[in-house]
């Protein structure tokens, strides 16, 4: 499968990198270019279709995620989405197909990110390593959330450090912001310092929780890594520290090589591998850290290489009760609401009412 070639073109200036794919410094200012979306009634509504035609359709999809509604279970996932406008300028694209959207990574103060090459096509899959690039908490809160139609969806901040202290500061920011949820990054793996380094060590990371824990009482998700011997030990002490939910996984480590040059092929050296080639593991670790979930009603987003519907649907029966979209976007910009379709089909053909009904109903060997 090939990164879509004709809408992908146009899908790689908005899938969240317009943002990763710039270096030039100017280029970090980019407000006053945010469409705004009139709200039908103040409601959200799945895509773009009249009241009525599509309330059966709202109740089959509608799940509850940390006390929030989320119209249907899927996420747009940080860093593939921009700051959740990108992707409006592709016709055909609504934000109201999607229960919530992850901003990209934000951090203390703005970041270029590294240098090129942030982005190569992997069989099945991609490799990334942008290096969180974003123009810094205080521009996200002031110049970027006001313009967003809050009536469309539901948005997470991805917050994002070097050290303890830069996650506080980031989280505070947001706090004090409409932003519905805070999704703690511990799981990059493109930066030297913070990021993975905090996420694959279980202490670290529930020291990282308990100190954004103390300055937010906003829906606080925890982004786990998939690059550590036991994801449930580290579930079980972000849980302890307070965390409210996990979105499960994060990229994994991997290398493209030049063979001609004898080089890597990303200017990292190593990146983040996303896409289907990743979702066997993705599964295994959502069905890990679910065990640990499930007696203590906290959710999972699903994620790691979805790009259908029975994707989503295997992700849910292993225990999230959301899913997330990422990579998938770069293939297909318009995929969400054929996603939102196979899932109808497939409650339909189950006699299902509600799409939470399947959360964790896989029955082990
Ligand atoms: C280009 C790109 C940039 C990303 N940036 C971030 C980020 O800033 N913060 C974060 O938590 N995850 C980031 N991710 C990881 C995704 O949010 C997601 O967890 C991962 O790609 C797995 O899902 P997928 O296979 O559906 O893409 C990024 C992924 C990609 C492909």
Known sequence: MQLCPTVGAKAYNVAGVGWNLRLVKDDMKHGGNIPQRTAVNGETTIG??????LSNQNEMLAVEFCGMKFATPQVLLS?????????TRVEGFSNRDVGAICLKGTTGTARLGNAPHRVIETPSGMINAIGL?????PYVVNDILP??????TRFIANVSGSTIEEYIEVTRLFDDSPIDAIEINISCPNVKEGGVAFGNDPAMSARVVEACRAVTNKPL???LSPNQTDIAYNAKR??????????????????????EQRTPIIGNNQ????????KPVALLKTHQVYQVCKGHNIPIIGQGGIMTAEDAIEFMIAGASAVGVGTALFYDPLVCPKINAGLVEYMARHGMSNISQLVGTLQLN
């Not at 690039?133 to 908490?137: K, L």
Request: hydrophobic share 40%; net charge negative; with cysteine.
């Open 271 to 278: 990146g983040g591998l996303s896409g289907p080639a990743i």
């Open 221 to 223: 998700i925890t982004k």
């Open 133 to 137: 690039q974003n123009p810094g908490a």
């Open 147 to 152: 313009a967003l139609d809050f009536n469309e």
């Open 238 to 259: 972000c849980i302890e520290a307070g965390t409210d939910a996990f979105a499960v996984i994060n990229t994994l480590m991997g290398m493209a090589i030049d063979i």
């Open 79 to 87: 860093g593939c989405v921009g700051f959740g406008e990108e992707y």
């Open 48 to 53: 773009q279709k009249k009241d009525g035609e």
